[in-house]
């Protein structure tokens, strides 16, 4: 049985790193916010989203065969990404939302992107910036996740050859999916990771 010595120090340790995980996340969140403002600075218009939740979805997971990174948002933000996607598609707002119903819409949208991440403690921090040079819109997509619940997702994305991202809302309703025969950006050193043995999931 520990000592009550050993008890307070390991709930120092567990509000030590909880603070440092938040600290994580509030410095992903200024590096978003910095990002849009300083696009917005240079004359574009950008949308920058701090999701709720995301999550590595695997092909296990419903919806049935769907895999990638899915950021779940609130409703308004979900609003405004489809607001986005009218003005670098040919869609209207009211056609991208019908799609809302049924599967997601799988997008090739934006003329590139760029991942920025980091891992502290287990957790990934994620920044994934979508950017339309023509109409000079960017949509910019803010998350967090643990790493050792993404080794089913790591292995469908090796597998396949190709990543998703998702945007949906915090009711599990579709907004938009957008491919990426790119997938490396999103999971750097995936092959080396799964050759370790280094994604074994603990809920499996």
Request: glycine fraction near 6%; hydrophobic fraction near 40%.
């Amino acid at each position: 049985m520990p000592e009550i010595g050993e008890e307070t120090d390991y709930a120092d340790r567990v509000a030590s790193n909880a603070d440092a995980l938040k600290n994580a996340w509030n410095a992903t969140r200024e590096e978003l916010y910095g990002m849009a403002e300083e696009l917005e600075e240079k004359g574009w218009d950008a949308l920058a989203v701090a999701a709720d939740d995301l999550a590595p979805e695997s092909p296990e997971q419903e919806p049935t065969g769907r895999y990638g990174l899915t950021f779940g948002v609130v409703d308004n933000l979900a609003d405004d990404v489809l607001e986005v996607l009218a003005t670098v598609t040919d869609h209207t707002v009211e056609e991208l939302a019908a799609q809302e119903e049924g599967e997601p819409l799988e997008l090739d949208a934006f003329d590139r992107f760029e991942v920025f991440q980091h891992e502290q403690s287990g957790q990934v921090y994620m920044v994934v910036a979508y950017f339309d040079d023509d109409s000079q819109t960017a949509l910019l997509l803010a998350g967090a996740y643990q790493q050792m619940y993404a080794g089913a997702v790591r292995r469908a994305v090796v597998d396949n050859e190709t990543a998703f991202v998702h945007v949906q809302r915090l009711d599990r309703t579709p907004v938009a999916s957008f491919r990426h025969e790119e997938w490396e950006p999103f999971f750097p050193k995936a092959e080396q990771r799964l050759a370790e043995g280094a994604d074994e999931d603990p809920r499996h």
